[in-house]
């Protein structure tokens, strides 16, 4: 029926155009083509295909804010969010975003983790799959945890180990999820990790993270598959604020440390903080992946702060 309708309105259009050219009628004395092409815009967006955005990822991506279940006291306290949270409001109706990220996991660490078994139930054909670990593969001195990002993935055994029994850090981000998404014929999309803020002068600090960024980068070339240098997009973000406004500017974008509020914390966000992020990731989301450019709202929905 949608399809018939918007045939009809197709051929009002052409219809008008030539009766117009042939009586000169004025655009008061009929239906101009401003208000039949808007007609036909509404009609083409009610029948885009749905699509799912499944986001992995660690602390910096999770939703702290479940929409079935009350804020706990301790997240209101350290006044802390993630980017999937507001992911959604950069996006029309057609898009779900399902946040699947884990506070504390490492690529290998969330293989373990509840919501890794979500993302095998959910992911399926024409998915994309956002995938941002590292803050935590980078902590040696956890096992559970720990990746190498030295290791390339055709050094690493089937069980994504190298020879001295280390898990490869592109070896688990390719057999845990761009494999599995691959093989469900969605679309995998490498997120390097946001930059952290350093708690003393308020600026950017991300050499923990160098090796593994440029292990994100070498394989998504390698693979030919999207990939969202959030690294580089959230330091010169940091920095330009930093410029404008110092340390306080950079501030407001970090939750609290602990909950008695003495210091802000390096890594995690505050709603401000992720509601930001969020822009940012779209914003290259859009740039990379141009078969979602008409999935996105021309104008995103207001920062809200559910913590406030």
């Excluded at 499944?54 to 079935?68: E, H, K, M, R, W």
């Excluded at 946040?99 to 998915?127: C, H, I, N, W």
């Excluded at 190298?162 to 998404?181: F, H, K, N, W």
């Excluded at 210091?263 to 966000?269: A, F």
Aim: proline share 4%; aromatic share 12%.
């Amino acid at each position: 029926m949608k399809r018939f309708l918007l045939f009809l309105l197709t051929f009002a259009m052409v219809l008008l155009s030539f009766t117009a050219c042939s009586n000169n009628f004025s655009d008061t004395d009929s239906v101009t083509d401003d208000e039949l092409q808007n007609l036909k815009d509404q009609f083409e967006k009610e029948e885009k295909a749905p699509i799912e955005i499944l986001v992995l990822g660690d602390s910096t991506a999770q939703n702290y804010f479940p929409a079935d279940k009350e804020i706990p006291q301790y997240i209101r306290n350290l006044n802390i969010a993630g980017w999937s949270t507001y992911f959604s409001d950069y996006f029309d109706k057609a898009v779900t975003i399902n946040k699947l990220a884990s506070s504390g996991t490492s690529s290998l660490s969330f293989t373990k983790d509840p919501k890794y078994q979500r993302f095998l139930d959910a992911v399926s054909e024409g998915d994309y799959v956002l995938i941002q670990f590292a803050h935590n593969d980078q902590k040696k001195s956890d096992l559970d945890r720990y990746t190498d990002p030295s290791i390339p993935l055709e050094d690493a055994d089937m069980d994504c180990k190298g020879e001295d029994g280390t898990y490869s850090y592109q070896a688990c981000l390719y057999r845990y999820y761009i494999e599995v998404a691959l093989m469900k014929g969605a679309h995998p999309i490498l997120l390097c990790p946001i930059s952290r803020r350093d708690s003393t002068t308020g600026q950017t600090i991300n050499e923990g993270h160098r090796e593994y960024v440029q292990a994100i980068k070498d394989l998504a070339t390698d693979l030919q598959i999207p990939c969202l240098d959030m690294t580089s997009v959230t330091e010169e973000f940091y920095n330009t604020l930093f410029r404008e406004g110092g340390a306080k500017a950079t501030g407001k974008l970090h939750a609290y440390a602990s909950e008695e509020r003495t210091s802000l914390d390096t890594s995690h966000l505050s709603p401000l903080g992720a509601y930001q992020i969020a822009a940012l990731t779209a914003d290259e989301l859009k740039k990379e992946v141009p078969a979602l450019k008409e999935y996105f709202l021309e104008t995103p929905k207001e920062f809200k702060d559910p913590l406030a």
